[in-house]
């Protein structure tokens, strides 16, 4: 809502020019009103859109002109309308928590990983897959913060505040400690090689894409929070199905019979 105060009243227009008809059903004025306008329309709340349009009518006294004027600003706000219609929905935006997990079984041997992501709370998605047939505890979680990485990023883009909650201290780190030293040492360290090199780099860039948009912090594995739990069974998951890439559970999620599969 927009005030009548005197620089509204005579905003972009010269004092010497004299309010129109149309301005003065925009103030809710009669003809008779007119002589006292400025006193009359003093502290009225105008809508934002019968302000603008007030504003935009100042100066105008040819009365084709007026409806012009009218018809085109009703063009654009409905045009704004629409553009409006089409954004994405707000129930898309909220906080976002992503819990993170990796297994293989034996260590080593096959390998998998699994994420659960909520929405404000409200579990919205299962991940799971990068399956390996001889992967290591290691590999599989650090596949699986990468992957949640990529989707904190695209959460971020929609201005979602974004967690991840990974069970690896390992993993978390690799990223945030470990390889800034590594990195200025030309990715070496004292006492030989940098294990999952590869896969340390690529998480390592992408976090410091987004870190300041997204928080990472450590949960402890197995300790009844539903999120972990859940992507610790999508790691049996990806085993089970022997699933290389990485993709969204599409089948119903029923969480309590999701839990009574094997765990991690």
């Not at 925009?26 to 003809?31: K, Y």
């Not at 870190?211 to 972990?228: Q, R, Y």
Request: hydrophobic fraction near 35%; charged fraction near 30%; charge should be negative.
């Amino acid at each position: 809502m927009q005030i009548v105060t005197k620089t509204l009243q005579n905003l972009g227009v010269d004092n010497d020019t004299d309010i129109n008809q149309s301005q003065l059903i925009l103030l809710g004025l009669d003809e008779s009103d007119k002589p006292e306008w400025t006193t009359l329309s003093l502290g009225k709340e105008l809508s934002d859109a019968r302000a603008e349009l007030f504003v935009l009518l100042n100066g105008i006294e040819d009365e084709a002109l007026q409806e012009k004027v009218i018809a085109n600003y009703k063009a654009l706000q409905k045009f704004r309308k629409e553009e409006k219609e089409t954004e994405e929905p707000l129930s898309q935006k909220g906080d976002v928590t992503i819990y993170c997990d990796g297994g293989c079984t034996p260590n080593p041997g096959e390998a998998g990983s699994g994420v659960s992501l909520y929405r404000d709370g409200k579990l919205c998605e299962l991940w799971y897959g990068l399956y390996e047939p001889m992967g290591t505890n290691n590999t599989a979680e650090l596949g699986a913060l990468y992957e949640s990485l990529r989707l904190a990023q695209k959460e971020a883009q929609h201005a979602n505040a974004v967690e991840i909650k990974c069970d690896s201290l390992y993993s978390i780190n690799c990223i945030k400690t470990w390889a800034v030293s590594w990195e200025k040492k030309a990715w070496t360290k004292k006492g030989g090689e940098i294990k999952n090199l590869d896969i340390i780099k690529q998480a390592y860039y992408l976090y410091n894409e987004i870190k300041k948009d997204v928080k990472l912090s450590h949960i402890k594995a197995h300790a009844g929070f539903e999120g972990n739990e859940l992507a610790d069974r999508m790691t049996m998951y990806a085993i089970q199905e022997k699933c290389e890439p990485f993709v969204k559970y599409t089948k119903k999620i029923d969480v309590a019979e999701i839990l009574k599969m094997r765990t991690g």
